[in-house]
């Protein structure tokens, strides 16, 4: 191999490697690749190659990409290294992104101490290592426990509680590692958190000795009080009935992590197939008629052992007779319990919304080829069990402490981007769509295949008049996602290529042609509806992928012109080849999907020309707003195919062979 040619393998060496480390790669590996010293050397000179720690290096740009730093910390505290304390409370989303990043890691023999690392010295078990993005790091109760050492009783106990709520720890794995490590610094203040210091919680309450009395009087029998079941302690349980009676004090849940953790024990229970009726002190003291009532019912009339007595009067009504008595309000929703299979219908307990949220009451949500990815595995992710969906219509039926943007029967929109931690980098420059600690809809947080929903009130979407539910939960994905992929296209290109016409391609189409754009379509080979129906919705010219045509004339090499910039929303890696020889220099080639199959290799002089491929990723808040506002003025209208929310499965089916135009959406009724 000569010179250049060992140059150039050294250089595609380099990029591989780098791929496959968040940009980031060590002298080590460099060097047992072949690469010399020297050829190290000269690429750092070059500036191929910063240096971020002694011998670790970040390719290409001196602006570390994300989880970079990460990497390198890794890289140069040695194969045993292990991200741990504030580094791996990031990475799980417990803390957020710090706006200068230094990495911790924790190693289990003596280490250099290096700028810009916390160097902890400790060996930490394999039972309490994991894997994230391709970094090693420690299980979230173990980094908790690292946590406990650096903050105060009241960020811990928020970190907590944050675990406990997304469940990545639960209370028997805190208290494992609490036993587990007396001696560890910061035991102490996570054994007050979790409440462990004066043994098990106080069972006697006021309410509860009500709660009591009341039985009693009205001679309610069969109960056993503070029993045991499925590894929680519950206040009164009837076993052979299945019903559990959890009575709530403001004491009970005076810390978020009691309150967090009996919503857990809520959910838990519900799902082993117990009924959960939650009762309150002031039910008790002021209806208790209305408590008897709603027991009576759950206990069945057939096997109640409720006598007649004085108590039974007239039942006072109620707005809500099943909130303000405490009964477990139950919802159908569409629930994904493990990829590649089926949803399921099933009847959950109603969310209830925290602070800043609003509790949804849905009516219309889109199906989105991203619910196909997370269904079938391609997005590897999902919390499970998972309800999806993250186009969602519907009204505001209560809000939670502190949310003040939508008053109660307003009708809002839900989009992908569900939450953002508001403080990293990417959320400080206004690229909120790349931060770090994202969660999204549908994904991360239950989204709307459900007859209700709760959602983060700052991410939810005022929605314009005169869109009836079904026309308006196609914009909030297959919408905001074309307006920022043609955005992305630029403000020159008057010519615009859109590979696939589904959901998305058929309402940018209409913006597009809004602005006095040409708009191309490009369907699958024989898509003579397809094509037919990007013309109707304004496309100057609509053919195949290969060439050919079933309504137009095609040129000599199919298109009849070259196009400024071309949007991919079919998620074909080949497409990008295909396209990039459609475009003119200077154009852009813009991936529209959040998953493709792999781009295969192309020759460099198809690139060349200052031709672009990209990528879009998520959206922003902007975004939004901007595409809600512009939507009625072109107008925009949706050609939607219904279906009943029992029924996702066959739109995800549909969706999946192609069997309709434009998008398909679930209609929840109750």
Known sequence: MGPKSFTRWADHFISELAARQHGVVARWQLLAAGVSVKQVKVRVRNGRLHEIHHGVYLVGHAVPPPLALEQAALLACGWQAVLSHRSAANLWGLLPYPASAEAWVTVPGRSAARRGLHITRAAVPA???????????????????????????????????????????????????????????????????????????????????????????????????????????????????????????????????????????????????????????????????????????????????????????????????GRACGKICRVRAMVLHAQREPLRLEDVAEPEPGAGQVLLRVHACGVCRTDLHIVDGDLTEPKLPLIPGHQIVATVEAVGEGAERFAVGQRVGVPWLGWTDGTCRYCRTGRENLCVSARFTGYDIDGGYAEAAVADERFCFPLPEGYPDLQAAPLLCAGLIGYRSLRLCGEHADRVGLYGFGASAHIICQVAAHQ???????????????????????????GDTEGGSEVCDPGEDGLPEPLDAAIIFAPVGDLVPTALRAVAPGGAVVSAGIHMSDIPSFP??????????????????????????????????TKVAEYPLERANDALDDLRAGRFEGAAVLTIRR
């Open 516 to 542: 006095g754009r040409e708009v191309y379509a490009l369907t699958r080979p024989g898509d003579e509806a397809g094509q037919r129906f990007a013309l109707e919705v304004g496309a100057t010219w609509a």
């Open 127 to 321: 039972c309490d290592l994991r894997c994230k993005h391709g970094l090693r790091l420690t299980s979230p109760p173990r980094t908790i426990l690292d946590l406990a050492s650096l903050l105060g009783d009241e960020e811990l106990e928020r970190v907590v509680a944050e675990a406990l709520c997304r469940r990545l720890a639960s209370d028997a794995e805190l208290k494992a590692q609490v036993e587990g490590n007396e001696r560890k610094r910061g035991v102490a203040g996570l054994r007050r958190v979790l409440d462990l210091a004066g043994g098990p919680r106080r069972t006697r309450s006021p309410a509860e000795q009500a709660m009591l009395r009341l039985l009693r009087r009205v001679g309610v029998t069969g109960y056993e009080v503070n029993a045991r079941v499925h590894g929680y302690e519950v206040d009164l349980l009837w076993r052979s009935e299945r019903l559990v009676v959890e009575v709530d004090g403001y004491d009970a849940h005076s810390g978020r992590v009691a309150f967090e953790r009996d919503h857990l024990k809520l959910a838990t229970l519900t799902a082993k197939g117990l009924t959960v009726m939650p009762v309150t002190g002031r039910q008790i003291r002021n209806d208790p008629i209305g408590v008897m009532r709603w027991l009576e019912r759950a206990l069945h009339a057939e096997r109640s052992t409720v006598r007649s007595g004085p108590i039974y009067g007239p039942y006072r009504s109620l707005d809500d007779p």
């Open 604 to 637: 460099y002089e198809i690139l060349w020309g200052e031709r672009i491929v990209r990528s879009v990723a998520n959206l922003t808040r902007q975004d939004g707003e901007e595409f809600l506002r512009i939507a009625p003025e072109v107008p925009v209208r």
